[in-house]
């Protein structure tokens, strides 16, 4: 019922930025619950960022004044600016968004994958 399509992964320098986009298939305007999340080989998901159900903003202490989630509503996309990114960031990126009815569910994207180039 809601597709997510992630961009913007691919290789980067230590030091450099990428941005990631989340484009939803439905309106995002009134979602609340909805972030980024992170796997990187033979580790667990991590949250990366996210907006909460109150509408603010929570990062992960590693990415803290790194990385910047945002959001186009009229776009339905998520975003996340990943700057002065670290060997430690090379992972998986997913979005997730958290729907109400009548959509109800979690919703994952496909995933994009960010590498450190050597």
């Known amino acids: 019922q809601v597709q997510l399509v992630e961009s913007g992964g691919g290789l980067v320098q230590a030091g450099g930025s990428l941005r990631l986009s989340c484009v939803a298939s439905?309106?995002?305007?009134?979602?609340?619950?909805m972030g980024w999340y992170r796997q990187a080989p033979g580790k667990q998901r991590e949250l990366v960022a996210i907006?909460?159900?109150?509408?603010?903003?929570n990062y992960a202490d590693s990415v803290k004044g790194r990385f910047t989630i945002s959001r186009d509503n009229a776009k339905n996309t998520l975003y996340l600016q990943m700057n002065s990114v670290k060997p430690e960031d090379t992972a998986v990126y997913c979005c997730?968004?958290?729907?109400?009815?009548?959509?109800?569910?979690?919703?994952w994207g496909q995933g994009t994958q960010v590498t450190m180039s050597p």
């Open positions: 439905r309106s995002i305007y009134s979602i609340n619950g």
């Open positions: 907006f909460t159900s109150g509408g603010s903003t």
């Open positions: 997730n968004v958290n729907y109400g009815l009548p959509y109800r569910g979690s919703y």
